[in-house]
């Protein structure tokens, strides 16, 4: 076997990627992408806290186009709370890609 605690931590980073895979999902589903964005891109840092609230979402890749930023960020306002997996840190900060052809983590 591994060291103490690798099974758990194997465990949390599983939890963690179906964790994003969802929170992924959700945010694609949330978003309008206004029209004309083709090839367009913004990231959004969040940080969540334990409950799943967003405390924080800041704009750290601006597309060029103001209505594709505003969209991103509704988007990820309108999915809170976005509960963590037991076992992750908090608050848990990512970044998220809107792109024209859909969402990456």
């Given at each position: 076997g591994g060291p103490p605690g690798s099974v758990e931590r194997g465990a949390t980073g599983s939890?963690?990627?179906?964790?994003?895979?969802?929170?992924?999902?959700r945010l694609y589903h949330a978003w309008t992408r206004p029209p004309g964005v083709d090839g367009l891109r913004t990231t959004i840092r969040i940080t969540i806290a334990r409950d799943g609230r967003i405390i924080a979402a800041e704009?750290?890749?601006?597309?060029?186009?103001e209505l594709m930023d505003t969209s991103a960020m509704q988007a990820v306002r309108s999915v809170s709370p976005a509960r963590l997996p037991d076992g992750v840190s908090s608050p848990y900060t990512l970044e998220i890609e809107f792109d024209a052809s859909g969402v990456s983590v």
């Open positions: 939890a963690m990627e179906l964790y994003k895979s969802a929170l992924k999902a704009r750290i890749r601006r597309s060029g186009n």
